[in-house]
């Protein structure tokens, strides 16, 4: 991680929330409207909830040794507090309860990628790595690239090693666009975009990918798009609405971008968690690879979140600009993990099947308990979480609702709200996660028939 904290359309200060609502759910106290980036908030008064999770982010000045000192930011980070994951995560422990919140893995990853680690730090690989990855795992990244693509790329030139996917994404920003850049995000979206964007200093516009299925509004895409566009950042298999983009989707994106000199940032960490359609790498499609960057990881895919072993895959054109920043943001990555993510990648398909049918019953088993619960449960074709709409149970919003879920119920979703821009976009929308053991799963949906009713 690169000490990004959460991108939220929420615009956390303290106790306090700008937001594009003009009232919440929970005793919310209206103070005077501010504008940013020429839109009006009303400031709110945060919930009691997740005000009280809020404990890194005092607004009063902290006191050590009888001195206050008051708290400090970049006014570029202002906005960003505490990600909601770190929120509700804590709320888990605090009530007890169920994390179907924070996607990442309850159980370990395979037996085989660990103890290469283990073998790796044996042999002493241990100091800093080459800047941009250790050979091995450069050239293994390729390798698996041009597997799932069917492009040869150059693992000296053209792959760059990162800590996790993150990482990737802060260093193709930061090393690719410029203050007042204007880059086009997809919403829903993943939560360190707009903060690392916003470090870049771009001008951010936002299309809302909406229920059930989440399609591309190519009219309004068309609208936006234009010469002044710098970049369009993808995310496909999409988290957190689970949709995969279409080929006929990345076609048309693929055609504008060639039509407008757009580039395309493309986030492809579920790339192996598919299950309704084959992925498509939109550096594939023609014209796509000299003007694209394409980011993943490793945690997803072998439950090894903690490693943070990451790559961005691009031109050298475009690789010059993301070695640039990583130079500056990590200059290198955890040199024993790298060779035990090159062993990871060279696996057997088998691997990956194995881990698509495992995941497959997962997630069976949580879409048909909260149908049986009775939330409208929208499809979900990749990653490892599902969207719901929660208003059949009668809150007024999604942070009302897992408030409730929290205390009352004891299972933790993720409030899709603070993945918009405009937070009213989402608020009738929760976000479970089914990378959990089966005895988990089982155990949350239990809870939600018998204390979560309509």
């Known amino acids: 991680?690169?000490?990004?904290?959460?991108?939220?359309?929420?615009?956390?200060?303290?106790?306090?929330?700008?937001?594009?609502r003009k009232t919440r759910a929970l005793n919310i106290f209206t103070t005077p409207t501010t504008?940013?980036?020429?839109n009006t908030f009303t400031k709110i008064r945060f919930p009691s909830f997740m005000a009280s999770a809020i404990s890194t982010?005092?607004?009063?000045?902290?006191?050590?040794?009888?001195?206050?000192?008051?708290?400090?930011?970049?006014?570029?980070?202002?906005?960003?507090?505490?990600?909601?994951?770190?929120?509700?995560?804590?709320?888990?422990?605090k009530h007890g309860a169920i994390n179907l919140g924070q996607g990442f893995p309850n159980f370990d990853g395979p037996e085989f990628v660990k103890e290469a680690a283990i073998q790796a730090i044996k042999e002493g690989k241990n100091q800093y790595a080459r800047g941009y990855g250790v050979p091995d795992l450069n050239s293994a990244v390729a390798a698996r690239f041009k597997k799932d693509s069917g492009l040869v790329v150059d693992p000296e030139k053209e792959v760059t090693i990162t800590s996790g996917c993150t990482e990737a994404i802060a260093a193709t920003m930061l090393g690719l666009i410029n203050p007042g850049d204007e880059v086009i995000l997809f919403a829903p979206f993943y939560d360190s975009y707009e903060a690392t964007l916003s470090m870049a200093g771009a001008n951010i516009k936002s299309i809302t990918l909406r229920p059930p299925n989440f399609s591309v509004p190519i009219d309004e895409l068309k609208s936006i798009i234009s010469k002044d566009t710098r970049a369009i950042l993808l995310n496909t298999p999409?988290?957190?609405?689970?949709?995969?983009?279409?080929?006929?989707?990345?076609?048309?994106?693929?055609?504008?971008?060639?039509?407008?000199d757009v580039l395309v940032f493309s986030d492809e960490v579920y790339d192996k968690l598919a299950f309704e359609a084959d992925h498509i790498s939109i550096a594939s499609l023609p014209g796509m690879y000299e003007r694209t960057v394409t980011m993943n990881s490793l945690g997803k895919t072998f439950s090894v979140t903690g490693w943070k072993i990451g790559w961005a895959i691009a031109p050298p054109h475009l690789t010059w600009g993301v070695r640039q920043a990583h130079s500056y943001l990590t200059f290198a990555t955890s040199t024993p993990m790298q060779f035990a993510a090159a062993e990871a990648l060279r696996t057997s398909e088998t691997y990956?099947?194995?881990?698509?049918?495992?995941?497959?019953?997962?997630?069976?088993?949580?879409?048909?308990?909260?149908?049986?619960?009775?939330?409208?449960?929208?499809?979900?074709?990749?990653?490892?979480?599902?969207?719901?709409?929660?208003?059949p149970f009668g809150f007024e919003n999604d942070i009302a609702f897992c408030e409730y879920l929290i205390k009352e119920v004891g299972v933790v979703a993720i409030p899709t709200s603070v993945f918009y821009l405009n937070p009213e976009d989402g608020k009738n929308l929760v976000r479970f996660t089914f990378c959990k053991d089966e005895d988990t799963l089982r155990a949350a949906v239990e809870r939600m028939k018998a204390k979560l009713k309509k």
């Open 1 to 20: 991680m690169l000490g990004l904290v959460k991108p939220s359309p929420n615009f956390i200060h303290g106790n306090q929330i700008l937001t594009l």
């Open 35 to 38: 504008t940013l980036n020429n």
């Open 57 to 93: 982010t005092p607004e009063e000045p902290i006191t050590k040794n009888g001195v206050q000192h008051p708290v400090q930011v970049a006014k570029r980070l202002e906005k960003f507090k505490t990600t909601i994951f770190t929120q509700m995560s804590m709320l888990a422990i």
């Open 238 to 260: 999409h988290n957190p609405t689970g949709k995969m983009f279409s080929r006929e989707e990345l076609e048309t994106i693929a055609s504008l971008c060639i039509e407008n």
């Open 352 to 391: 990956y099947e194995e881990m698509r049918k495992d995941y497959m019953h997962k997630k069976a088993i949580l879409v048909e308990g909260l149908n049986s619960v009775g939330f409208v449960v929208h499809p979900s074709s990749g990653t490892y979480f599902v969207i719901v709409d929660h208003t």
